[in-house]
């Protein structure tokens, strides 16, 4: 009997032991996962309320938020997207803004700098003119010269003679006087005023004089635009034969001559290079420009 009483003793404070440690066991685990809970989560929250109440608020929620979606016509993923794309846009509105902002300050510098340029080239342009006019004036005799000896070769072409004088009362002007065929021939003495000439002669005349002041002053490219739209079949050949010659025996330089007129009289060489335009269409709307690659 005491053996038995003793053995169910034992047993018992085995059985008390194992049950303590068991809690403890259990106490630390969950100790432990309430503490990694913590550090993940945060503090516990303490809530005193009921689960059906919880379940009736997420409900009624969830009823607002659909109500919500149906009013906008948009869901909370379409509107979270949306939200993404106008940031997006925003951001790229204020890079743009930036660099407008900074394109405008390089502007406003560049506008600044350009009237620092343009103020020194006003003074420079001034002390020059101021200078080389009065230059120009010692050496007008010189270029003159040679300008109207030459005016009245190319006059001669045609019967006409005609003089070149530098104004007294205007400065940097010339005064031409020409006299024509009929006047010499006639008897009459006084030269003609360029603008009492007659469409063609005041052509042929100019034509002359420019002729001249190349020549004169040695200009490197020569043009003439419509030079003989108001010369007469006579004068015209003879002008063309003039400036060609002209042009053939000055040597480094090159002229230009634009004409609406029929040139089949001149033959292409060597020297001289005819290109032709189409003909403009009449009443044409649009202009047909070659597409770009």
Not at 79 to 88: D, M, N, Q, S
Not at 183 to 200: F, R
Request: proline share 3%.
């Amino acid at each position: 009997m005491r053996k038995t009483s003793g053995s169910k003793e034992k047993t018992a404070k085995i059985e008390e032991v194992c049950a303590r440690f068991n809690s403890s066991r259990h106490f630390l685990q969950t100790t432990d996962v309430e503490r990694k809970a913590t550090e993940m989560y945060g503090d516990k929250f303490e809530n005193p309320r009921n689960s059906d109440v919880v379940k009736a608020q997420r409900e009624k929620l969830r009823n607002a938020l659909k109500s919500h979606e149906k009013k906008v016509g948009m869901s909370v993923e379409e509107l979270e997207a949306e939200v993404i794309r106008t940031k997006a846009i925003y951001r790229q509105a204020q890079e743009e803004f930036t660099e407008l902002q900074q394109l405008n300050m390089t502007d406003e510098h560049v506008a600044d700098w350009r009237r620092h340029i343009a103020m020194r080239c006003k003074i420079q342009f001034r002390y020059v003119r101021t200078h080389r006019l009065i230059r120009f004036t010692l050496k007008v005799p010189c270029i003159l010269a040679p300008c109207v000896f030459t005016f009245t070769l190319f006059l001669n072409a045609v019967d006409t003679m005609g003089k070149v004088n530098h104004s007294q009362s205007k400065a940097g002007s010339l005064v031409l006087k020409v006299q024509t065929d009929d006047q010499i021939s006639g008897g009459k003495g006084k030269a003609k005023d360029p603008k009492s000439l007659s469409g063609g002669e005041k052509s042929f005349a100019t034509i002359c004089l420019l002729l001249a002041l190349w020549e004169a002053i040695g200009c490197p490219i020569r043009c003439l635009d419509e030079f003989d739209v108001f010369m007469d079949a006579v004068n015209r050949k003879i002008s063309m034969k003039m400036m060609i010659d002209t042009a053939k025996s000055a040597e480094g330089r090159q002229f230009v001559f634009i004409t609406p007129l029929d040139i089949s009289t001149v033959g292409q060489g060597p020297e001289i290079r005819i290109h032709r335009m189409n003909d403009p269409e009449r009443g044409q709307m649009d202009l047909n420009f070659a597409t770009l690659p």
